[in-house]
């Protein structure tokens, strides 16, 4: 009983982690990058009218602008890559969720020719800057000088600060869109439109169509090209990891059926006496199937039980660990927390498994012990 209460707890709690992995992507880095994007191979000014015609699209919920750099900041004596965003802050809140976890300032600080900039908490940490304090933006692009060929450099002003609890934290900034351009030396306007869709697996097949009906020369893009193998290695592991899960519990169930054998060979000659007083076979079927089955339903509620509280209080207290003593487990993944979400019909799946296997457990040792012959069991007796 005791294995199978481990097996089941273990099993819900190991899918709750590996769920809340799956949902924090979806939510929080899906939430964060382009989930579809259209761009041209030339400066779109006229971008206002071509997001006007990709909302139309039925699965669209959202469309912005965006035109992207790569660079590194500087500040404080550190240095560190960033991929920075030129946004419309009005638009980019229709598809991004960096306006919910702001902790200070707001992406509505962005404004043409203010050169503010928004950054991660991470980033900051890292960089040592905080709200209003300045920080260099270096490109990799040179400029000539009379001292020589010299890189690219602009000096923003911290106007905000993000903190999405995810690998952007680091590695992403936001500035105005038309900032973006002037660094870029290119007319005002957006390299393209990022979307929000209503089912973010959709993504491949609705960029596509827009682009087929857009004039011009379009090309799309979208999340399963950037974080679609991070995606798929979740659900592999999910799978991988139920499946050997659910042999600890099929393992389990299996020592139900050596305990009532043995149960079953202890009890020979009470059984052959319930059998001379009239016992029939079906009823020791019966008494052994219901033995086995109340185990089997106190091992299974008790592993539910167990796992109900581990899957719920797993993050709170890995995250104590953590604290106290100052580790970072998830340094190496793209949340920096163990998230965990605990679905009902997981659980109820693995109960009513349990209590299958359970079931099934009973029926060879229930069915050996009705075949006990009541001469010979008390023939030595």
Not at 51 to 69: D, R
Not at 292 to 306: D, F, K, P, S
Not at 370 to 380: D, M, S, V
């Amino acid at each position: 009983m005791i294995g199978l209460t481990l097996g089941v707890a273990v099993l819900i709690t190991v899918l709750s982690v590996m769920n809340g992995f799956d949902r924090e992507l979806k939510n929080r880095v899906l939430g964060m990058i382009p989930q579809a994007t259209v761009s041209s191979t030339q400066i779109l000014t006229n971008w206002p009218e071509l997001a006007k015609q990709i909302e139309g699209h039925e699965h669209v919920q959202g469309v912005a602008p965006f035109t992207q750099l790569q660079g590194m900041l500087t500040a404080q004596g550190q240095v560190a890559g960033i991929m920075v965003s030129g946004i419309e802050p009005e638009y980019e809140k229709k598809v991004s969720i960096i306006q919910n976890h702001m902790v200070e300032g707001s992406i509505d600080s962005l404004k043409k020719g203010e050169f503010g900039i928004v950054l991660g908490k991470q980033m900051t940490d890292a960089m040592g800057v905080g709200l209003n304090d300045n920080i260099t933006l270096v490109l990799p692009e040179a400029t000539p000088s009379p001292a020589g060929v010299v890189p690219r450099f602009k000096r923003f002003k911290v106007v905000g600060i993000f903190s999405i609890g995810a690998e952007v934290d680091s590695m992403m900034g936001y500035i105005a869109l038309n900032d973006a351009s002037t660094l870029l030396r290119l007319p005002d306007g957006a390299q393209g439109v990022r979307m929000k869709l209503d089912d973010i697996f959709l993504a491949p097949q609705v960029s596509q169509e827009i682009v087929r009906d857009l004039p011009g020369n379009f090309y799309a893009s979208d999340w399963t090209y950037t974080h679609g193998n991070l995606f798929s290695a979740i659900q592999m592991e999910k799978a991988m990891v139920s499946l050997l899960l659910f042999l600890i519990v099929l393992v389990a169930a299996f020592n139900i059926v050596s305990s009532l054998v043995m149960v079953v060979t202890d009890k020979k000659s009470d059984i052959a006496i319930l059998r001379t007083l009239g016992a029939s076979p079906a009823t020791i079927t019966k008494i052994f199937m219901v033995q086995g089955t109340v185990i089997g339903v106190i091992g299974t509620c008790a592993g539910a039980i167990l796992g109900i509280i581990a899957a719920t209080s797993i993050s709170g207290f890995i995250g104590w660990l953590n604290n106290t003593l100052g580790l970072n487990m998830f340094d190496a993944y793209f949340i920096n927390y163990l998230p965990s979400y605990l679905r009902w019909q997981d659980v109820l799946v693995i109960v009513g498994l349990s209590l299958a296997l359970s079931f099934v457990a009973t029926i060879y040792p229930a069915l050996r012990a009705a075949k006990i012959q009541p001469a010979e069991a008390l023939r030595y007796e």
